[in-house]
Antibody, heavy 121, light 110 residues
Framework: QLQLQESGPGLVKPSETLSLTCTVSGGSISSSSYYWGWIRQPPGKGLEWIGSINYSGSTYYNPSLMSRVTISVDTSKNQFALKLSPVTAADTAVYYC?????????????WGQGTLVTVSS | QAGLTQPPSVSKDLRQTATLTCTGNSNNVGNQGAAWLQQHLGHPPKLLFYRNDNRPSGISERLSASRSGNTASLTITGLQPEDEADYYCSAWDSSLSAWVFGGGTKLTVL
């Protein structure tokens, strides 16, 4: 059974870099059939797509966050990662990693449990 | 960033039918179709439908989805206590080149 697990610091200071890793188990991140993405949810609020990447490193980002976001993939570790910099309190959210089929009609079908990142000094 | 429009809350009685709506425009819902997600408190979202009415395996047949023009709809029949959750719609917006979400609808089963 496919599982995705987010990991990283739960507290980040303003103006610093938020770094998270998503470890994929029960399936290969190297499959050409999927994209892998990050979505966040501020406490008590709705969902926001951050960006996505495939096994070859092809990325596409939310234009509203593009200047601050980098997503990378490490196929040897079956992981992909998110970096967001610099952060402010508005970046406080639960961050989810998820899998999406590579077809244009596909959507995010498997989600990690999410990890809360708080931006505070 | 422009998103999709969902009513903040819907309340229905047990065993009744609820229809949730999601309104976008011709660049997103009207063109690319919508996906629907269910989220229980403290849990990650769960995909219910993609591309309007495509159902992943394991999703109850009490749920159905459709689209008319720029509005997508999710219908849940025979409401059960476990249907009480937040429901989000999403679509690819070709003008923004981004996945956009609705603000979510909190469904209460009375």
């Amino acid at each position: 059974q496919l599982q995705l697990q987010e990991s990283g610091p739960g507290l980040v200071k303003p103006s610093e870099t938020l770094s998270l890793t998503c470890t994929v188990s029960g399936g290969s991140i190297s499959s050409s059939s999927y994209y892998w993405g990050w979505i966040r949810q501020p406490p008590g609020k709705g969902l926001e797509w951050i960006g996505s990447i495939n096994y070859s490193g092809s990325t596409y980002y939310n234009p509203s966050l593009m200047s601050r976001v980098t997503i990378s993939v490490d196929t040897s570790k079956n992981q992909f990662a998110l970096k967001l910099s610099p952060v402010t309190a508005a970046d406080t959210a639960v961050y989810y990693c998820a899998r999406k089929g590579s077809g244009p009609s596909d959507f995010f079908d498997f989600w990690g449990q999410g990890t809360l990142v708080t931006v505070s000094s | 960033q422009a998103g999709l429009t969902q009513p903040p809350s819907v309340s229905k009685d047990l065993r009744q039918t609820a229809t949730l709506t999601c309104t976008g425009n011709s660049n997103n819902v009207g063109n690319q179709g919508a996906a629907w997600l269910q989220q229980h408190l403290g849990h990650p979202p769960k995909l219910l439908f993609y591309r309007n009415d495509n159902r992943p395996s394991g999703i109850s047949e009490r749920l159905s989805a459709s689209r008319s023009g720029n509005t997508a709809s999710l219908t849940i029949t025979g409401l059960q206590p476990e249907d009480e959750a937040d429901y989000y719609c999403s679509a690819w917006d070709s003008s923004l080149s981004a996945w956009v979400f609705g603000g979510g609808t909190k469904l209460t089963v009375l």
